[in-house]
């Protein structure tokens, strides 16, 4: 009788997915239970993806994400989530909340460096990651790519209103934020305390990923003038702001709030801090990219 799939290769796909989107390394142990997987099973993928460079074992016998896998992905050079990690960190505790930098190239967003801070924390996306840029991911840097980026940009939102009119509130605030409809606030909360309690490695890979979907979803409805300017309190998910390099904005940042509710002197905070922040990891990626210059071995040669 033909059967859907294959499930040998989906254990191995799940303990790939696992120590891919883990931020440390984990031992056999941890991924038998957080996998619901037979020991010897786990072993026996572990020992293939090892001898294929894709995972390593570290001394403490603990398994983490090798180079072959990384190549997979290119990411960030390490040096960039470095130099950021201290503006990042200050910006999270500012916040008191999770703080992401992002890269948006080639029409994909890479995480390039993230801060966790406050009490709850969701983990979402790792560090490292990369996925398609897709409305209304990546607004805050729209409006100063080309024509051509933001007319893709703008055929990924399915026939939802108001992407033209969040990229004239970008440009004319220098920052982007969103909410849940207000029936959603409730829901958004749930799957909070559920990624933010369990903590998104400890959920089988179908679910986690179906709980950051269904939590994208919801917190996707972008803040218009009516919004910023009304006194009610409303749903705050995520606000982002660009990092600029010269004229250009390749990197976006984000803080994700996840509020059910934000009078207007929150959400002006969380405006000004998100700004605020944007502009110091610019000057913070500015100075990483001219002393990496300098000590380039072109820039050795010229100066000898």
Not at 285 to 290: G, I, V
């Amino acid at each position: 009788m033909a059967t859907a799939g294959s499930p040998p290769t989906r254990r191995v796909v799940s303990v790939v997915e696992l120590l891919a989107e883990s931020e440390r390394a984990l031992t056999v142990s941890e991924i038998v239970e957080r996998l619901s997987l037979a020991r010897a099973t786990v072993t026996a993928v572990l020992a293939e993806l090892c001898e294929a460079n894709w995972v390593v074992r570290d001394a403490s016998l603990a398994y983490r994400r090798g180079p072959a896998l990384a190549r997979l992905s290119p990411a960030e050079p390490v040096g960039a989530a470095v130099a950021v990690g201290a503006e990042l960190a200050a910006l999270a505790e500012a916040a008191g909340c999770g703080a992401t930098l992002s890269r948006i190239s080639d029409d994909r967003l890479t995480i390039v460096a993230k801060q966790y801070a406050g009490a709850r924390i969701v983990p979402g996306l790792s560090v490292g990651q990369s996925v398609p840029v897709v409305y209304p991911a990546g607004a805050a840097v729209m409006p100063w790519r080309t024509p051509a980026e933001r007319r893709r940009w703008l055929a990924t939102t399915n026939g939802r209103p108001g992407a033209a009119e969040l990229l004239d509130f970008v440009t004319a605030h220098g920052f982007a934020m969103f909410r849940p409809e207000a029936d959603d606030a409730g829901l958004v909360d749930l799957l909070t305390e559920l990624l933010g309690a369990l903590g998104a490695e400890l959920l089988q890979p179908a679910l986690r990923a179906e709980a950051l979907r269904q939590l994208g979803r919801l917190t996707s409805r972008a803040y218009t003038e009516a919004d910023i300017e009304t006194g009610d309190a409303l749903p705050l998910s995520y606000v982002s702001a660009p990092v600029f390099h010269g004229d250009q904005a390749p990197y976006e940042v984000q803080l994700g709030p996840l509020r059910a509710a934000a009078g207007p002197a929150d959400r002006a905070r969380y405006s000004e801090i998100v700004r605020a922040g944007a502009g110091a990891i610019s000057v913070a990626l500015r100075t990483y990219e001219s002393a990496s210059s300098r000590s380039s071995p072109a820039t050795r040669s010229e100066v000898q």
